[in-house]
């Protein structure tokens, strides 16, 4: 508790700093590379045949995603508190890069937590975060995956609190994370209700968005929620979309709505994929990023009231939207984006040609290239 209590503080001091917010978007100008594009996708709306389809392109900020929105604010707030240390848990180690990035960037020792399992199937962003001169420290107990390496980072950090600051990847675990991810993450959408308005005069029928922890859904979402409790003449609906594996009735799968309960888990209440005992259950999603028991509290909670909706993709959907997308536009997608993209897929021809969509592209596909392959039975 003292060690959140210190950073919630800390987080909303520095939300007030004018010079923390200064030093945070000169950054996020010069080295994320913001504003990202909003692009209108002919060729692919084209092929659907319904609504105008947009692309908030978060693939082409600083190391391919949007975790690098949360990554740099959390290294800036730490550095401002005096730390000197960053911590961090990775599943796929796309979270482990962008961290390792931000302590590179603003100077801070950096290590971080990854299963045994998660460090053989991804070799390369090991490689990659050991040159962006972080430590990876292999996890071999439980699932040998990242719930347990968040499990051994939030040891680490009850332990070494004073010099350690773990920068929690989602808008997931104990307040303030799951309220300070969605502050950083929400300049997608601030940048979106600006770009669209100027492109098309108005704001968006529908916004969708991929939800593994959920923080680039939050990230766009967030300012439209606010929008839409103000004087609009109609709502724009929220569509979240989480990983539908080999679907619902296998088992294999991380769709927390369509196939959890209520649980206690990792410092948050939430939905969660778990047995009858309340242990935790193995997951399964093509998409890494999506492959998890649980989901930011918040989500259930704007579940519950209305606000957004969620539904899920499979596997083979997301495949057929990641080859799509990349021979209509010329843009390849993260297997995680692939999965918001194949809902609009569904949706978009059941639309109107005047109905706007506004698909966040959480990330590029270069990563998944390879696994694409191997499924496709292609040898590289
Ligand atoms: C990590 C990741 C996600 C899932 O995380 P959220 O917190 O749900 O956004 C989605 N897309 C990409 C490209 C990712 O790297």
Not at 89 to 102: K, L, N, P, S
Not at 266 to 274: H, I, P, R, T, V
Request: glycine share 10%.
């Amino acid at each position: 508790m003292p060690a959140l209590s210190e950073l919630e503080d800390a987080f909303l001091k520095a939300k007030k700093d004018r010079e923390f917010q200064k030093e945070l978007s000169y950054l996020q100008r010069t080295y994320i590379g913001r504003p990202t594009p909003l692009y209108f996708a002919k060729r692919f709306t084209e092929y659907l045949g319904g609504a105008k389809i947009y692309l908030k392109r978060e693939d082409l900020a600083h190391t391919g995603a949007h975790k690098i929105n949360n990554a740099l604010g959390q290294a800036l707030l730490a550095k401002k508190m005096g730390k000197r240390r960053l911590i961090a848990e990775t599943g796929a180690g796309q979270h482990g890069v962008a961290t390792a990035t931000g302590a590179a960037l603003v100077g801070l020792e950096c290590e971080i937590y990854m299963g045994t399992e998660d460090i053989k199937r991804q070799a390369l962003n090991v490689f990659r975060i050991r040159l962006l001169g972080a430590k990876v420290t292999e996890v071999p107990i439980g699932s040998r995956t990242l719930k347990d390496a968040i499990n051994e980072a939030l040891r680490d950090w009850t332990t070494n609190v004073r010099t350690t600051h773990y920068v929690l990847g989602t808008v997931f675990g104990p307040h303030p994370f799951p309220f300070m991810v969605r502050e950083f993450q929400s300049i997608i959408g601030k940048e979106t209700v600006r770009q669209i308005i100027e492109a098309e005069g108005r704001l968006p029928d529908y916004l969708i968005a991929c939800v593994g922890g959920g923080s680039n859904a939050l990230g766009l979402f967030y300012a439209f929620l606010n929008l839409n409790k103000s004087r609009l003449p109609y709502q724009v609906r929220m569509i979240g979309v989480e990983a539908g594996g080999e679907g619902i009735e296998s088992g294999r799968h991380a769709s927390r709505f369509a196939g959890g309960s209520i649980g206690v888990f990792q410092g948050c209440k939430s939905y969660l994929l778990q047995d009858i005992d309340g242990n935790v259950l193995g997951t399964h999603s093509v998409a890494a990023g999506l492959d998890y028991a649980s989901i930011g509290p918040e989500h259930p909670y704007l579940r519950e009231k209305d606000v957004i909706q969620y539904t899920y993709a499979t596997d083979e959907e997301a495949l057929s939207a990641f080859e799509l997308l990349s021979k209509t536009e010329g843009i390849i997608p993260a297997l995680e984006s692939a999965h918001a993209l194949a809902e609009v897929m569904k949706l978009a021809p059941k639309l109107s040609k005047e109905k706007i969509i506004i698909v966040n592209l959480s990330g590029r596909g270069d990563k998944d290239v390879q696994q694409v392959a191997r499924i496709k039975g292609i040898e590289l």
